[in-house]
């Protein structure tokens, strides 16, 4: 309980914080239109801003490495020193496939749109992309600072990798490689959110708003002149 009232400021803070309108943000006298991002087009986005090197980046990718590095050799020791065989092992890397995306995807998106509507968002969306195997979530006309938006795009990372990092405490080591094969999953599933991070973190000198357009199937970024 004591913890929940400076949570509860912090995401009264950025609420409350003044946000132009979406007419104001057309006033090109006030502000610049940097990037109109096409929803079909958003795997290319990822691709350019995941390229570019950052502290951050440099972190996304190394967390792939250890988790995979863990996976596999967490694999290779119970099957070679534990109880279970190369079958339970097939089968609890299947049944993690399976969870993944089942739950842990819905979950994410589903965290991504209460962080919308914790910061005022009304009408907010999912658009699949299954050519790119891609999941957007998003909110109709909603304007956010780059503060919110990193707030939207970080909180899935840092919950479910925090959930996911506790589970050992609680199961038998012979389920551990599935635990460290979901978290790699997980870390490769939350690209597009670190690659918009890094956007964010390269324009860090610009003071940035966006909105989604739904009926469009466009996002706009916006920096104050």
């Not at 691709?47 to 996976?71: M, P, Q, R, Y």
């Amino acid at each position: 309980m004591l913890g929940s009232k400076p949570k509860a400021k912090y995401l009264y803070k950025m609420k409350s914080q003044e946000i132009p309108g979406i007419e104001e943000l057309k006033n090109q006298l006030l502000y610049k239109l940097e990037i109109v991002l096409k929803h079909d087009e958003i795997l290319f986005f990822v691709l350019e801003w995941l390229k570019k090197k950052s502290w951050f980046i440099l972190l996304f990718f190394t967390l792939n490495v250890v988790f995979a590095a863990a996976w596999i050799f967490n694999t290779a020791l119970v099957i070679l020193w534990g109880n279970s065989g190369i079958g339970f092992q097939t089968l609890i890397f299947v049944t993690a496939c399976l969870f993944f995306f089942a739950f842990l995807i819905p979950v994410h998106e589903t965290i991504h749109l209460l962080s919308m509507k914790l910061l005022g968002a009304q009408n907010t969306f999912l658009k699949p992309n299954l050519k790119h195997f891609m999941v957007y979530a998003g909110s109709h006309l909603h304007v956010c600072n780059s503060k919110q938006y990193l707030f939207i795009a970080l909180l899935p990372f840092f919950i479910l990798t925090f959930l996911l990092g506790i589970l050992p405490f609680f199961l038998n080591s012979e389920i551990w490689p599935a635990i460290w094969f979901l978290l790699f999953l997980h870390t490769n599933g939350c690209a597009g959110d670190l690659a918009i991070v890094n956007y964010f973190y390269f324009n860090r000198d610009k003071t940035i708003y966006s909105y989604d357009n739904q009926d469009l199937k466009e996002s706009y970024f916006f920096s104050k002149r």
